[in-house]
């Protein structure tokens, strides 16, 4: 058995398991040697993703189960779904990427990508939290963004419920330390993801970031957070940026990011 795996076993699940960053976490706890449970509204992708999963690490056991985690009553399905898996470690990286003027998609629409990037998180963490913190151990990735560091025109709702899961990973971090639970909030910039590609950039994905990298940098990082500090900034140019914004004023980080945000779908 690894490190990693007598941490945050003997089971792992991933929430928004079936394609992009997501799956990427799957695949890469299946290799470190946990069971993983790949969870997903897109019943259509989870088999051929868990069989993939399957083909990373044949040693561990892989199931896969449908659940919107837009429902209002999450809180009831998620332990239905986990059963009694023994959940030492879980990724939350479902959402409902927009972008676009904030006033060109209608408020339903927003609301839904509010019910999976916001009120899904909270219901999460609440479920497994309780979980982690009996068991004495174990670990919880958030998944947030760049973008959540200020407001960001053109995705102004996707940041603002990215704030949302940064900042709640950074006061469960402080909480759950003292109880042998880990938690990162994981800030990745641009990610070569099928969420990303749909919303037609007018810059080549392939010039991003890959979600493997991004999802083990991110599980490096969560072995080493007690001393690290609850955010995970994938890749040193990401880094330098961000620290270079964390200098300027925040109005001028907001037109900079708005401008370009909008650069990049628009032209």
């Known amino acids: 058995m690894t490190d990693f795996a007598a941490r945050y076993g003997p089971h792992g699940v991933v929430l928004g398991a079936a394609q992009g960053i997501g799956f990427a976490f799957a695949e890469e706890i299946a290799r470190r040697g946990l069971n993983v449970l790949l969870v997903d509204v897109r019943d259509d992708l989870l088999d051929a993703a868990g069989d993939r999963v399957r083909a990373a690490n044949a040693a561990v056991e892989v199931e896969t189960a449908r659940l919107d985690l837009a429902a209002p009553d999450l809180a009831e399905r998620l332990p239905r779904v986990l059963g009694r898996l023994d959940v030492g470690l879980a990724v939350y990286t479902a959402m409902l990427p927009l972008s676009g003027a904030f006033l060109a998609q209608p408020l339903a629409r927003h609301e839904q990508a509010v019910r999976v990037g916001v009120n899904g998180v909270l219901a999460a963490s609440h479920v497994l939290g309780e979980r982690l913190v009996r068991r004495g151990r174990g670990g919880l990735v958030l998944t947030s963004s760049l973008a959540g560091f200020q407001g ?15 900042v709640l990973a950074e006061g469960l971090w402080w909480e759950w330390r003292e109880h042998g639970v880990d938690v990162v909030a994981l800030c990745p910039g641009n990610t070569d993801t099928p969420g990303l590609r749909n919303n037609k950039p007018l810059v080549d994905p392939a010039t991003f970031a890959a979600p ?11 072995t080493n957070a007690r001393e690290a500090g609850p ?5 040193e140019d990401n880094r330098a940026v961000r620290a270079q914004f964390d200098r300027m004023p925040r109005k001028q980080v907001v037109e900079i990011i708005g401008a370009s945000t909008r650069k990049m779908f628009e032209g």
């Open 152 to 166: 960001t025109g053109w995705v102004a709702e996707y940041a603002a419920a990215k704030a949302f899961d940064l």
């Open 231 to 235: 955010i995970c900034i994938p890749g």
């Open 212 to 222: 493997a990298d991004v999802a083990r940098e991110a599980l490096d990082h969560l």
